[in-house]
């Protein structure tokens, strides 16, 4: 069976940066994007971005154009995120997510907290 | 900026049917918006129902449904639950970016 296990809870200042890991299992890591989502307490999910293993093509929001970093190693079946510049505004859960066009199998999530 | 709209809350009686819209603020949804359908209870992960318009994840029972209404995606649930009962999303591609709905709350009552 498919699973996606994220790093544990982080707590940055601002200005700093966050590095998210999430350890793929239970298919061809190869065959399928990687994308990340993020949801700020009490809001909607949000799209970050997506990375192909394969091709190393990838693509981000607008929002965080500049500031995220997406890579993968594949020896390990393994996507990370980071996102620099903190801010208030990045304080969120962040689900590694299995697809592209959709999601079908989402991490546990890995809540991401920016405080001075 | 992209918008995607949902109804912000809808209600449905046990055993009823309901149907939940999915759109661009300006424009169609179509099959190559990729629509798909997540379920969200408070302090989980969202649970994937619905991918590429119409198929189901594996274990969604076939009371969900997805289809193109229209200008909209949509997705019907059919004999609901109280269990159903929860914030449903969801997502179109556009311009090389996917973009989330603003969630409808469903209440079964």
């Known amino acids: 069976q498919v699973h996606l296990v994220q790093s544990g809870a982080e707590v940055k200042k601002p200005g700093a940066s966050v590095k998210v890991s999430c350890k793929a299992s239970?298919?061809?890591?190869?065959?399928?994007?990687i994308s990340w989502v993020r949801q700020a307490p009490g809001q909607g999910p949000e799209w970050v971005g997506w990375?192909?293993?394969?091709?190393?093509?990838?693509n981000h929001a607008q929002k965080v154009q500049g500031r995220v970093t997406l890579t993968t190693d594949t020896s390990t079946s393994t996507g990370y995120m980071e996102l620099r510049s903190l801010t208030s505004d990045d304080t969120a859960v962040y689900y590694c997510?299995?697809?592209?066009?959709?999601?079908?199998?989402w991490g546990q999530g890995t809540l991401v907290t920016v405080s001075s | 900026q992209t918008v995607v709209t949902q109804e912000p809350s809808f209600s449905v009686s046990p055993g009823g049917t309901v149907t939940l819209t999915c759109g661009f603020s300006?424009?169609?949804?179509?099959?190559?918006?990729?629509p798909s359908w997540y379920q969200q209870t408070p302090g989980q992960a969202p649970r994937t129902l619905i991918y590429?318009?119409?198929v189901r994840s594996s274990g969604v029972p076939d009371r969900f449904s997805g289809s193109i209404l229209g200008n909209k995606a949509a997705l019907t649930i059919t004999g609901a639950q109280a269990g159903d009962e929860c914030v449903y999303y969801c997502?179109?591609?556009?311009?090389?970016?996917?973009?989330f709905g603003g969630g409808t709350k469903l209440t079964v009552l």
């Open positions: 997510v299995r697809g592209e066009l959709w999601f079908d199998y």
């Open positions: 239970g298919y061809t890591f190869n065959n399928y994007g």
């Open positions: 990375i192909n293993p394969q091709s190393g093509k990838r």
């Open positions: 300006s424009g169609s949804v179509s099959t190559t918006s990729y």
């Open positions: 590429n318009t119409d």
């Open positions: 997502v179109l591609y556009m311009s090389s970016a996917m973009w």
